[in-house]
């Protein structure tokens, strides 16, 4: 089976602009989830999708906001982009259940100039 | 939530075996005990996965005492390659109640020629 996809792999942005990053998670897979991983911050969770809903969302602010479609491919987006925002974006898909064991995607490296 | 300790950073050395310990004293009855490793700006890769006595794959061992409060992954005659971050998860990827990602800092292990 091939693995979880995520594009684009590298990306540079200016501070007030939007990004939108895609994952394609491994197929049957039902469930995407995302983090954010930073030197400082370690791994963060941002939110997960099941089923094109959200059914958990961490303790980012609004700007960040994603979405699932029926294939269960997953986007992320990122407005008004901030310094801060400069992270390895992960994407990670399983099958369901919490207690499914995840795999990740390879990342976005996000740079916000 | 199942709060994992782990050592920052450990050193070997090329053919050694190394194991790598993580404590996790409130490890609830149904959680199962995941490993990951992760090279710089790449995703987590998934290693092992358990939940009690001893789990072998192709990559590495797992042991887990009877009373599950701790856990210990096993990496056999290790290569410069293995050189890298390894994070043990109790439990979910992320606490659904707080939506906050279960990921500790990890151990950052590297091997010397």
């Known amino acids: 089976k091939a693995g979880v996809t995520q594009t684009p792999r590298y990306l540079i942005k200016t501070r007030g602009q939007q990004v939108t990053l895609s994952c394609s998670p491994i197929?049957?897979?039902?469930?995407v989830s995302w983090y954010q991983q930073t030197p400082g911050q370690g791994l963060q969770f941002l939110f997960e999708?099941?089923?094109?809903?959200?059914?958990n969302k961490g303790n980012f602010p609004g700007r960040f906001s994603g979405r699932q479609f029926s294939n269960s491919r997953s986007e992320m987006n990122v407005s008004t982009l901030e310094l801060g925002d400069s992270a390895l974006y992960l994407c990670a898909s399983k099958q369901s259940g919490f207690v499914d064991t995840q795999y990740f995607g390879p990342g976005t490296r996000l740079t916000v100039l | 939530l199942a709060k994992t300790t782990q050592p920052i950073s450990m050193d070997s050395y090329e053919g050694q075996e190394v194991n790598i310990t993580c404590s996790h004293n409130?490890?609830?009855?149904?959680?199962?005990i995941t490993w990951y490793q992760q090279f710089p700006s790449q995703g987590p890769r998934f290693i092992i996965q358990g939940y009690k006595t001893k789990v072998t794959n192709e990559v590495a061992s797992l042991f887990i005492p009877a009373d599950r409060k701790s856990s210990t992954l096993s990496l056999p005659r290790v290569s410069l390659s293995d050189t890298a971050v390894y994070y043990c998860?109790?439990?979910?990827?992320?606490?659904?109640?707080?939506?906050?990602?279960?990921f500790g800092d990890g151990t950052t292990l590297t091997v010397k020629p």
């Open positions: 197929s049957g897979h039902r469930s």
């Open positions: 999708y099941f089923s094109e809903t959200q059914r």
């Open positions: 409130n490890i609830a009855t149904n959680d199962y």
């Open positions: 998860l109790v439990g979910a990827p992320y606490n659904t109640n707080a939506g906050k990602s279960t």
